[in-house]
């Protein structure tokens, strides 16, 4: 008589319903939580590129129009002004990278690798923004810490587990 008064309150147990819910979504949790925040670090990865990006186009143009040379405006100026022209910056005044060149002609435009073989940023900084019709070419690089890495990302990483997000754009300077 015990035995089935055991067994009772087991099948009691098995069949009551109460707290699946609960129970479902703790076990779907922390999946749902990793990919929503995956999400998030990614929208905001493309969004701070799109920035720079934008912010890049926009003042380089003051080299284009020989703004910058009539200006004398430094190349910490130049950082300083594509950093604060873009939204959502973070550690853009400390880490961003700046290299302009002058380019003999358009076939002398070639793209090479910022990062070394073992993962290190390998850029040097120059800034040189020429004279009237010279071609320029403006390349940035800024250094992305991911606040949640729980995904291998398809971008440039270094060997500090950060991500390198760049931006370029090549024009000739209009006669000044």
Same mark, same amino acid.
């Given at each position: 008589? #015990?035995?089935?008064? #055991?067994?009772?309150?087991?099948?009691?147990?098995? $069949?009551?319903?109460?707290? =699946? @819910?609960?129970?479902?979504?703790? *076990?779907?949790?922390?999946?749902?939580? *990793?990919?929503?925040?995956?999400? *998030?670090?990614? /929208?905001?990865?493309?969004?701070? %590129?799109?920035?720079?990006? @934008?912010?890049?186009?926009?003042?380089?143009?003051? *080299?284009?129009?020989?703004? =910058?040379?009539?200006?004398?405006?430094?190349?910490?100026?130049?950082?300083?002004?594509?950093?604060?022209?873009?939204? +959502? &910056?973070? /550690?853009?005044?400390?880490? +961003?990278? =700046?290299?302009?060149?002058?380019? &003999?002609?358009?076939?002398?435009?070639?793209?090479?690798?910022?990062?070394?073989?073992? $993962?290190?940023?390998? =850029?040097? !900084?120059?800034?040189?923004?020429?004279?009237?019709?010279?071609?320029?070419?403006?390349?940035?690089?800024?250094?992305?810490?991911?606040?949640? %890495?729980?995904?291998? +990302?398809?971008?440039?990483? +270094?060997?500090? $587990?950060?991500?390198?997000?760049?931006?370029?754009?090549?024009? #000739?300077? !209009?006669?000044?």
């Amino acid at each position: 008589m #015990r035995r089935e008064k #055991r067994f009772a309150s087991l099948r009691r147990l098995l $069949g009551d319903r109460k707290g =699946v @819910a609960a129970i479902e979504f703790a *076990i779907l949790a922390l999946p749902l939580f *990793i990919m929503i925040f995956g999400i *998030i670090e990614v /929208s905001l990865m493309f969004f701070v %590129n799109s920035a720079l990006d @934008a912010s890049v186009h926009k003042i380089s143009r003051m *080299i284009r129009t020989g703004e =910058v040379a009539s200006s004398n405006i430094t190349l910490a100026d130049f950082k300083a002004r594509i950093c604060n022209d873009m939204l +959502l &910056s973070f /550690s853009c005044s400390s880490d +961003l990278l =700046v290299k302009v060149i002058v380019l &003999s002609d358009l076939s002398s435009a070639a793209s090479t690798d910022p990062i070394d073989a073992s $993962g290190n940023l390998a =850029v040097t !900084e120059t800034y040189d923004i020429g004279k009237g019709s010279d071609y320029i070419l403006v390349q940035t690089f800024l250094p992305w810490k991911a606040v949640v %890495n729980f995904f291998s +990302l398809s971008s440039a990483q +270094l060997s500090d $587990g950060r991500y390198l997000l760049a931006s370029s754009v090549l024009f #000739r300077n !209009e006669p000044f």
